[in-house]
């Protein structure tokens, strides 16, 4: 469908004018015209609602980001070993033929990637 034209717009106008008749077509555009505005205005309060709610969101998204940030300073200020999926043994152990008793125990924390002795 098209836009509305002039012509389409006067056969709207005559057909409303004879199903409502003169004194009652007044009546008629008035409450059509508020509840346009009732309308509108709803759908204006809802849009900031939900623009408000994004934006709280992101504001405690970033927050929890920074907070998390801060909570482990140690990991931020000494360079972290990041895990690559090898050993993190100097080569030189590795290489060594010393029983594994000897040799240190090292752990990974799933949560930060970074390789601590055990």
Same mark, same amino acid.
Request: charged share 30%; proline share 9%.
């Given at each position: 469908?098209?836009?509305?034209?002039?012509? =389409?717009?006067?056969?709207?106008?005559?057909? !409303?004018?004879?199903?409502?008749?003169?004194?009652?077509?007044?009546?008629?555009? /008035?409450?059509?015209?508020?509840?346009?505005? =009732?309308?509108?205005? #709803?759908?204006?309060?809802? /849009?900031?609602?939900?623009?408000?709610?994004? /934006? %709280?969101?992101?504001? @405690? $998204?970033?927050?929890?980001? /920074?907070? #998390?940030?801060? #909570?482990?300073? $140690? #990991? %931020?200020? =000494?360079? !972290?070993?990041?895990?690559?999926?090898?050993? $993190?043994?100097?080569?030189?152990?590795?290489?060594?033929? !010393?029983?594994?008793?000897?040799?240190?125990?090292?752990? @990974?924390?799933?949560?930060?990637?970074?390789?601590?002795?055990?």
């Amino acid at each position: 469908m098209g836009p509305l034209g002039l012509p =389409e717009m006067i056969f709207i106008f005559v057909l !409303a004018l004879l199903i409502f008749g003169p004194r009652k077509l007044p009546e008629l555009g /008035r409450n059509l015209g508020k509840a346009l505005t =009732e309308f509108r205005r #709803a759908s204006n309060e809802l /849009r900031a609602t939900v623009e408000d709610e994004m /934006r %709280s969101l992101e504001k @405690e $998204a970033r927050e929890t980001e /920074r907070q #998390a940030l801060e #909570a482990s300073p $140690a #990991a %931020s200020m =000494e360079p !972290a070993q990041v895990d690559s999926g090898e050993s $993190a043994m100097p080569v030189a152990a590795q290489e060594s033929s !010393a029983p594994d008793d000897k040799l240190p125990r090292y752990s @990974e924390t799933p949560t930060d990637g970074d390789v601590k002795p055990v």
